[in-house]
């Protein structure tokens, strides 16, 4: 039995003027549309008698108004057809990148050398290409360089390396610990307030009120609900966790610098920025991190080693479409699979 290629799904399924941009970038046509319309001749009322003018006058008033009416629903119904027409095209267009996605994980793991950096081929940002009617730029980003809040709590209970990590990860971002506790309590399935965490209590009392998930993260944005988190500190967390099922592990060669001061105390801002080099790491393994790291003086927990990793599994696709005056952002979670990767979650607008 033979398989289809990512390849071959991803230009099936793609929009097919986006695959013919991709190939033929230079080769667009633009076609101007002519002005073919003829100037209109009006025939003016004549007849100008008393009563019978003044019905004449009134109907074509009623008439005006009757034609007025007609034209506005149908021009707020022909914009809006246009808008969906648009957001259509736009859809069509991300789910183009979606598979352009696929297709660069795919090869990526065909290429063989197991590890995921951001040297690779997938992690280059594809510059604005020309489609029909406007632009279409694309970012690949992985996600399992960053902290995976779902992985505070394993089995009911807190992970102690897990929430040791996310503490110091929030100390070298330079906000309060006590988060770890408050995400904590938002995920696990019991009402009881452990440490500086908070649970229903604290999110009734908001206007309006709410109540703790006490189920996993779907999303990051549900950090912008918990206590002590305002616009400024999700801003400087977003970009730092995700929400992944448990057991991702971390990629080290995806890091950033606070993400490496996260793995032990005693790394320092100054250690973790040699261990990230510029956002090019390349270790090809977790023994050269470990090397690099306990030769700079730094005692290892094993504990807090074991989910250490060199590669990615999940990824977040961004499509940013123009479509004449109007722009559109996607983003797709996509989760690599032995045959590229499958999408898991998509949004419009802001992910983050
Ligand atoms: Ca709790
Ligand atoms: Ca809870």
């Not at 799904?9 to 695959?19: E, G, H, M, Q, W």
């Not at 090809?284 to 030769?295: E, H, K, L, S, W």
């Amino acid at each position: 039995m033979t398989r289809s290629s990512p390849v071959a799904i991803a230009f099936r399924y793609a929009d097919p003027r986006f695959v013919s941009a991709l190939n033929a970038q230079n080769n667009l046509r633009t076609t101007v549309p002519r002005n073919t319309r003829q100037p209109r001749t009006r025939n003016l009322p004549h007849k100008q008698r008393g009563v019978a003018l003044l019905m004449a006058l009134l109907v074509v008033a009623i008439a005006t108004l009757i034609a007025v009416r007609i034209f506005s629903i149908s021009t707020t119904s022909i914009a809006r057809t246009e808008s969906q027409a648009r957001l259509d095209d736009a859809m069509h267009l991300s789910k183009g990148m979606e598979d352009w996605a696929i297709v660069l994980l795919w090869r990526d793991a065909e290429s063989g050398d197991g590890i995921d950096t951001r040297n690779d081929t997938w992690a280059a940002t594809l510059p604005p290409l020309p489609v029909p009617g406007g632009l279409v730029a694309g970012k690949l980003e992985d996600l399992d360089g960053r902290f995976n809040l779902n992985s505070l709590v394993r089995n009911g209970a807190r992970d102690p390396v897990a929430m040791a990590r996310f503490a110091r990860l929030l100390a070298a971002l330079k906000i309060d610990p006590a988060l770890a506790d408050v995400a904590a309590d938002w995920i696990d399935s019991d009402a009881q307030v452990q440490g500086q965490g908070a649970e229903d209590l604290e999110y009734l009392r908001a206007d309006p009120p709410y109540r703790a998930a006490n189920r996993a993260f779907v999303h990051i944005s549900e950090m912008r609900k918990l206590k002590g988190v305002d616009d400024k500190i999700y801003a400087r967390l977003a970009p730092e966790i995700a929400a992944l099922p448990i057991g991702t592990g971390f990629n080290v060669n995806t890091a950033s610098v606070a993400g490496f001061m996260s793995l032990a105390d005693g790394i320092s801002e100054e250690l973790a920025k040699r261990l990230w080099a510029q956002g090019r790491a390349q270790y090809r393994n977790i023994t050269d991190v470990v090397d690099a790291i306990t030769q700079a003086g730094v005692v290892l927990d094993p504990a807090s080693m074991q989910d250490l990793k060199v590669s990615s599994n999940f990824f977040i696709a961004r499509a940013d479409v123009k479509l004449g005056d109007r722009e559109f952002r996607f983003y797709s979670l996509i989760e690599r699979t032995p045959a590229g990767g499958r999408v898991r979650q998509r949004s419009q607008g802001a992910f983050f």
